[in-house]
């Protein structure tokens, strides 16, 4: 049976890439300790051996619209063309082409539906960069077949902060299941307390120190009982407009099962904390 060997769960900032896209003799010392971190879980990956990599992000209105806005969404196809025309323009992010393993994501797609998460799927998914940073942090090499999961963290009502740990689950099960040999690890992107697009999102310090420290803990010590309580839409929204973006790292803690978490931190950069997150076995 196939094996989860690994999840990282990683900032998609996309105005990482303009700081990083120089010679790192030019990085300021704070775009350092970010990068110090990123190649530390990309170490870790690498030590993991994975054979694909399942990628969770939260759509930002590319793939899904108001006519249509699933809870979560599959791509199911064999190459993924990555980034949309405005992320090049506003971010510089470069245009890239993802390999996929459409046998896996059926056999995810099948065994979730038999478990009670009806995914939507594409077989036109174009990904954006709650796929791309990441990636670009901890593989840049963009080598490994990828399955991607997009969610609704931004367009409510979206799914409650348990039914995000359940699917988490559910995708491990399934995991578990799948014929073969297959090492799968798990690159998972999300947010701290963040507001994008009003007046704090470049203030000096992070839009909620309090929640940022509370959530790193949940995630350090396991515990996803009192996340899943105090995670509430208004709870998180409170805390900065994208701030349910921290969702899918209880998505991530549900996919973690007997792995450990042996890395948890919240990085405080100006206007944000940068989550980095791992569980291993």
Not at 162 to 187: C, M, N, S, T, Y
């Amino acid at each position: 049976m196939a094996r989860l060997s690994m999840i990282i769960g990683i900032t998609h900032n996309p105005f990482i890439y303009r700081l990083i896209d120089r010679p790192r003799a030019g990085w300021t010392p704070d775009t350092e300790k970010m990068m110090q971190r990123s190649d530390m879980l990309r170490d870790r990956l690498r030590q993991a051996k994975p054979d694909v990599l399942l990628t969770v992000g939260n759509d930002h209105f590319h793939q899904f619209f108001m006519d249509n806005m699933p809870a979560f969404c599959l791509g199911k196809m064999e190459v993924f063309d990555g980034i949309y025309y405005n992320e090049v323009r506003e971010f510089g992010l470069p245009l890239c082409k993802l390999p996929g393993d459409e046998k896996v994501s059926f056999e995810i797609l099948e065994g979730s539906l038999k478990r009670g998460v009806d995914f939507a799927f594409s077989n036109e998914m174009k990904i954006d960069h709650s796929i791309i940073v990441p990636l670009l942090l901890v593989r840049p090499e963009m080598d490994l077949p990828i399955v991607p999961i997009l969610t609704n963290t931004i367009a409510p009502p979206i799914p409650t902060a348990e039914r995000f740990h359940q699917v988490g689950k559910i995708l491990r099960a399934v995991i578990d299941e799948i014929p073969g040999d297959k090492r799968v690890a798990a690159v998972v992107s999300g947010h701290l307390s963040l507001d994008v697009g009003g007046p704090l999102q470049f203030d000096p310090k992070p839009m909620d120190e309090e929640f940022d420290e509370r959530a790193v803990g949940w995630i350090s010590r396991g515990d996803t009982n009192t996340a899943i309580r105090e995670c509430t839409f208004e709870r998180l929204t409170k805390s900065g407009n994208v701030t349910p973006g921290f969702l899918n790292f209880l998505l991530a803690a549900g996919m973690a099962g007997g792995l450990r978490c042996t890395y948890a931190e919240g990085l405080k950069r100006k206007g944000s904390t940068q989550p980095f997150f791992a569980w291993e076995a």
